[in-house]
């Protein structure tokens, strides 16, 4: 006998032909990517229309709120930046402490050419953009190229199909995490605007708040969402910047289920076996709902809350947040900038070539030492065209990079130049990448000293 349809499954128009191909979308590898560069565009054409001034307008109408103590007014553009974005990057947290509790890098011998590649990935880009911006305002800018955008950097390796070893994808996730890891210490460290003790000591006290009442045993998710709005408040007015606290609520989120696997089969066969499972329509209707909620609060706490909630955000931040941060933050109005001297200009250079350049040598001449004195190997199946093309990819620093450069320069000239040199580094990490890794053959010979 066939089951009945829900409404999601049927043929009707609106789930056939909207829900069902926008779910099968979203599962794509690339998608995420898609969507960013579509938001990218639409906030460059925008800026750029006869009546681009809008842009600016609208992205700088401010939002008040003054409740009291709380006292918040901040552009529409600040509130993506510094309270959506917050999402994006506890999200970023999840992602972390799963691939150091769970993942790839959980082994310190598999994480070794991941981290060293990273970090070189992080330290020759700087050093380039410092080489043409030695001092001044300018030279704040330094960490804008150290970052790489996991979303379009997959997203290119998803356009090559088979043709990239898993092992290999693996290795730019890592990466990218790794180099999430050291944005994140970059911001923290010397992207920090002036400390309020007070506010500092009270986001502190919150967080332990948080991690006693994770301890205690303390399951309900408002709770956890409450006090996490107040520990991003208190870093907001602390001085330190607020998507931080972003990223420690999602270091000090669980990794493992409250029920195990034992427990789980257990419980739910003892709620199975007690009310049975039966199609007899004189069974009560409450009885069936209280079956079915005990089961599901049973199948809900033998997921962990990490992958619950990573797996619930992570479509919220890839196909919302962060197209909308974009859509804020990427539209440079070309009218008052002669493109010529923007394009030879230290801090576009400094950020196209830190991309470009840093990414590629920084990361590929990492993991050369790394394997020349093994402390690291490659990737299985990996040869080092890949390894190339795959280092170039990491020049793909568009999230992160847009967001450091907000916090780098108050010069609105500074963040246009800078702007333009990760829109055009990215575009040339990409595309150089990409033929890169098409031009190596599909299974070709491992490279000395792979796995």
């Not at 600040?78 to 947290?93: E, I, K, P, R, S």
Request: proline residues 5%; charged residues 15%.
């Amino acid at each position: 006998m066939t089951g009945r349809l829900t409404w999601l499954e049927s043929d009707r128009m609106f789930p056939s032909r909207f829900i069902r191909p926008t779910r099968r979308f979203m599962q794509l590898e690339a998608a995420s990517g898609l969507v960013l560069l579509g938001a990218t565009a639409i906030a460059l054409t925008w800026a750029n229309l006869p009546f681009g001034a809008s842009y600016t307008q609208f992205w700088e109408a401010h939002i008040i709120v003054d409740l009291g103590p709380i006292d918040f007014d901040e552009s529409l553009r600040h509130v993506v930046n510094d309270a959506l974005m917050t999402l994006f990057f506890f999200v970023v947290g999840l992602e972390i402490k799963r691939e150091t509790r769970l993942g790839d890098l959980k082994d310190a011998q598999a994480a070794a050419g991941p981290a060293i590649a990273a970090v070189g990935g992080m330290v020759v880009p700087a050093l380039i953009y410092l080489s043409f911006n030695p001092s001044g305002d300018a030279a704040r800018g330094w960490g804008i190229p150290m970052a790489t955008d996991i979303a379009f950097a997959l997203g290119v390796v998803a356009l090559l199909g088979d043709r990239i070893p898993q092992r290999a994808r693996l290795f730019l996730l890592a990466l990218a995490i790794v180099d999430d890891i050291g944005a994140i210490a970059v911001i923290a460290i010397f992207y920090t605007d002036d400390l309020s003790a007070t506010w500092l000591a009270i986001g502190i006290g919150l967080f332990a708040v948080i991690y006693l009442a994770k301890h205690s045993g303390v399951r309900a998710m408002p709770f956890y969402w409450v006090a996490g709005t107040a520990v991003w408040f208190a870093a907001f007015e602390s001085g330190v910047h607020a998507t931080l606290a972003g990223v420690a609520l999602g270091f000090l989120t669980p990794t493992k289920p409250f029920f195990g696997a034992g427990e789980y089969d257990q419980r739910a066969r003892a709620i199975v076996d007690k009310y049975g499972l039966t199609d007899d329509t004189t069974i009560d209707r409450e009885h069936i709902d209280h079956e079915v909620l005990a089961l599901s609060n049973v199948v809900r706490e033998s997921v962990s809350p990490l992958t619950r909630l990573e797996e619930g955000l992570h479509p919220w931040t890839s196909f919302l947040i962060v197209p909308l941060f974009a859509l804020a933050n990427a539209g440079v109005r070309f009218a008052g900038i002669q493109l010529g001297e923007a394009l030879t200009d230290p801090v576009t250079l400094g950020v196209a070539a830190g991309l470009v350049v840093g990414k590629l040598i920084g990361i590929s001449a990492a993991l050369y030492l790394a394997n020349r004195f093994g402390i690291a190997r490659l990737p299985i199946g990996t040869n080092w065209r890949q390894i190339r093309g795959l280092s170039t990819l990491g020049g793909i620093g568009f999230t992160v990079a847009l967001f450091i450069t907000g916090l780098a320069f108050n010069d609105p000239a500074l963040v246009d130049l800078a702007k333009i040199g990760v829109f055009l580094g990215s575009a040339v990490a990409g595309t150089v990448g990409y033929l890169i890794l098409r031009r190596s053959p599909n299974h070709g010979r491992p490279a000395p000293g792979s796995d």
